[in-house]
């Protein structure tokens, strides 16, 4: 069996689906580019599809990760052109490699996040994320499944930073993920690097920090886009590529069908 390894996309108004609206969507391109699944055993098949992390509904995102099986060879990237032409705009496959190592789930130590605030000034985010920082913790709530539940934002905090305001003047588009904001206002913009922990903190969770420590209250809801998940450099807090072992392990050239492919250790 085969198995790729896919980057793909939430841009636009496809943020709003959820992760069941995007498996459903995955399905049916699947089953549009005849793509040749791998099933499981049992007396009710499904196809080997794994998906990793995936984002909050109403979060856009440039790095999202799935696994599919197949039961025949298939060139990556020729498959990710096939399942990328037979997906809605928005909702893209931009990478795709052969799966050569193991333990990929574990490679995702951290998510990088640009937070856009609009009706913030730069000078506001700035004092704010100071104030964050300066704290050893900071307690936040979250109403979950379980009940409301109180938990530590500050420490799972690897970076925090203001970036330059900016104008933007077209109409929300489904284009690149950078345009999938409102438009036409000045805003402060914040780059965030979270290390993912148990539980999860999630922007929202930091932004609940920066209004306990703060009193910072945006007037409208952040529009929030993940750039990157992958291995945290602590040095520099930059989230690294996860696919690059599997792109170091593949052979020099191309594998022929049926041909043996050889297997590589994280």
Same mark, same amino acid.
């Not at 193991?102 to 951290?110: M, T």
């Not at 040095?235 to 049926?258: F, I």
């Given at each position: ?57 109403? !979060? ?14 298939? %060139? ?7 399942? %990328? ?20 789930? $574990? #490679? ?11 009706? !913030? ?16 913790? !900071? ?21 925090? $930073? ?31 690097? !979270? ?6 903190? #999630?922007?929202? %969770? ?26 945290? %450099? ?33």
């Amino acid at each position: 069996m085969q198995r790729i390894r896919l980057r793909y996309t939430k841009r636009g108004r496809l943020r709003f689906t959820s992760h069941r609206d995007f498996q459903r969507a995955f399905e049916r391109a699947l089953r549009r580019s005849a793509v040749p699944m791998a099933y499981s055993a049992g007396f009710t098949p499904h196809p080997k599809v794994s998906y990793a992390n995936a984002a909050p509904t109403g !979060v856009a995102s440039e790095a999202e990760y799935l696994e599919i099986g197949l039961a025949a060879v298939r %060139d990556p990237e020729q498959l990710r052109a096939q399942l %990328d032409e037979s997906l809605p705009n928005g909702l893209d496959i931009i990478d795709a490699v052969e799966v050569r190592t193991p333990n990929f789930v $574990e #490679r995702l130590e951290a998510s990088e996040w640009q937070v856009r605030l609009d009706g !913030v000034t730069e000078q506001e985010a700035a004092r704010a994320a100071a104030a964050f920082l300066a704290e050893e913790r !900071v307690e936040v709530e979250r109403l979950t499944k379980n009940g409301l539940r109180v938990f530590d934002a500050r420490g799972a905090v690897a970076a925090l $930073e203001i970036l330059s305001p900016q104008v933007d003047s077209g109409a929300d588009t489904e284009g690149e993920g950078a345009r999938d904001v409102r438009t036409g206002r000045a805003c402060a913009i914040l780059r965030l690097v !979270v290390r993912h922990a148990t539980p999860a903190v #999630r922007p929202d %969770d930091v932004l609940s920090g920066l209004r306990a420590t703060a009193d910072l209250a945006p007037p409208v809801p952040a529009e929030v886009t993940r750039l990157a998940q992958g291995p945290l %450099d602590e040095e520099t807090g930059t989230v690294t590529d996860p696919l690059a072992l599997d792109r170091a392990a593949a052979p020099a050239g191309p594998v022929a069908a049926g041909e043996p492919r050889a297997t590589a250790s994280a």
